[in-house]
């Protein structure tokens, strides 16, 4: 029987579908749906020597922020001690840039990829987000020929702004970069992005970019005065919405309320609607209706959570909303059961009231009345892959203090031998067995 390469006990892990300069990714499928997605691996040692942690940072709360049918979703962040594994959207068709470099595209099929580009950066930006790389490469379609939005690498957020309302980082790529982000005195990065997709356009319809020349510093002059032409073919409307795109000055350039009310944009033109998917990027996973049967297994608990908080240097919390509690947290190989049983005896040996295990959560509450009145401890069970749990202890009320002797001189001692590795301790190998990659394979 052919052995599979598995991740994390989620995703098989399947062949090589392009490399950068530091990442590589994989097409991969979730073994539960059996839905492919990409797996986009970093070496965590050559982002840190790169100083690219910030970015890295950057663009998962970027792609948290910005979820639309026309953007590249993010579903999950997991890490090792030595890898990072963004699991993304499978987006079959390729880049856009490819059927771009075959000739140009008909008007109707320009416009309804520029229709749906319009769409997705107009979201991007209400979330306060600009891309700032905005180019037929970073544009790919789908099974059904509709444009996703990719790499947020370069992208910028609302506190990136200096005092001066404006962002300064000169980034992008020249032959779409629009003229005052060249000047280096501070632009607006949404108007900047619209540049960048009249610019797009221009090249959807005519199959070569409207500022190119071998010499890039006369390319650049041709990029400050808007030094373009039409060719014959483009429509009179498409021109006239070209020539409002691509102007000079940011203030006076077109807006995207504005783009949205021309004519010709507004040809078979259905709005995308933004949507909403399960939160799990970084986050345990939450119970979606209260009314849901029983879990048969306890609730997943992102890897990147487990690494993020038992290693150093690459805390990533303080990206995202819901923070864990300030609490006690192991690594356990016993089964879900043997842990439960555990933490019941040495909770009732300590004669603490145990409330019934719900979703592999219990409660536990102190006999006597201390500084802040009863101490209230949960216990909850996270699955991390078939042979780990997590298991973490948080305050629910009571004082810190007797919170803190109770996680180190009860609870530690007590649980010793289920125990694999608590939080702060050196972190567990999770390579496993049969099959199951730790990460540090790739690369």
């Known amino acids: 029987m052919e052995e599979r390469n598995v991740l994390f006990g989620k995703y098989e892990i399947g062949r090589l579908l392009g490399k950068g300069t530091f990442a590589k990714v994989y097409y991969g499928k979730e073994l539960e749906s059996g839905e492919s997605v990409a797996i986009k691996v970093l070496n965590k040692d050559q982002v840190k020597k790169e100083g690219m942690m910030e970015q890295i940072k950057r663009e998962i709360s970027v792609m948290r922020l910005v979820r639309h049918p026309n953007i590249v979703e993010l579903k999950e962040v997991m890490a090792t001690k030595t890898k990072i594994f963004f699991v993304m959207d499978y987006v079959r068709g390729g880049e856009l840039f490819a059927k771009v470099a075959r000739g140009k595209l008909k008007e109707d099929v320009a416009r309804k990829y520029f229709q749906q580009l319009i769409s997705a950066v107009d979201y991007c930006h209400s979330r306060g ?27 910028a957020l609302p506190e990136q702004l200096r005092n001066d309302g404006l962002l300064h980082t000169q980034c992008g790529t020249p032959a779409y970069v629009a003229p005052e982000v060249l000047r280096r005195k501070g632009y607006d990065g949404a108007k900047a992005d619209i540049w960048s ?7 959807l319809l005519a199959g070569f970019l409207p500022f190119q020349d071998e010499n890039i510093m006369t390319m650049y002059k041709k990029v400050f005065k808007a030094e373009f032409e039409c060719p014959p073919w483009f ?49 345990k996973t939450e119970d979606s209706d209260s009314e849901s049967p029983k879990l048969s297994t306890p609730k997943f608990f992102n890897a990147f959570e487990l690494i993020s908080s038992m290693s150093s ?66 216990a909850e ?37 289920i125990v694999w590795t608590w939080q702060g301790d050196c972190v567990p190998n999770t390579d496993g067995r049969h099959g199951q990659f730790n990460g540090d394979e790739f690369l």
């Open 313 to 378: 240097g690459f805390d990533l919390s303080s990206l995202f909303e819901n923070k864990r509690k300030t609490g006690s947290m192991f690594t356990s190989r016993c089964s879900v059961s043997t842990i439960i049983e555990k933490i019941e005896t040495v909770a009732k040996r300590l004669s603490f009231k145990v409330s019934e295990a719900k979703d592999f959560k219990l409660r536990l509450q102190g006999p006597s009345e201390g500084r802040k009145g009863k101490l209230s401890v949960t």
């Open 235 to 283: 429509s009179a409307e498409s021109k006239r919405l070209i020539s409002k795109i691509l102007v000079v000055d940011p203030g006076r350039r077109i807006t995207i309320g504005a783009i949205t009310r021309v004519p010709w944009f507004r040809k078979d033109f259905s709005r995308s609607l933004s949507f909403t998917m399960k939160e799990i990027i970084a986050t």
């Open 197 to 203: 997709c009249g610019v797009i356009l221009y090249v």
């Open 129 to 155: 987000v600009s891309h700032r790389d905005l180019k037929p490469e970073n544009l790919l379609l789908d099974e059904n020929e509709d444009l996703k939005i990719s790499d947020f690498g370069l992208s």
């Open 381 to 417: 069970v996270f699955e991390i892959a078939p042979e780990v749990a997590i298991v973490e202890f948080s305050k629910s009320s009571g004082d810190t203090l007797e919170y803190s002797k109770f996680c180190e001189e009860d609870v530690r001692p007590a649980l010793k031998d």
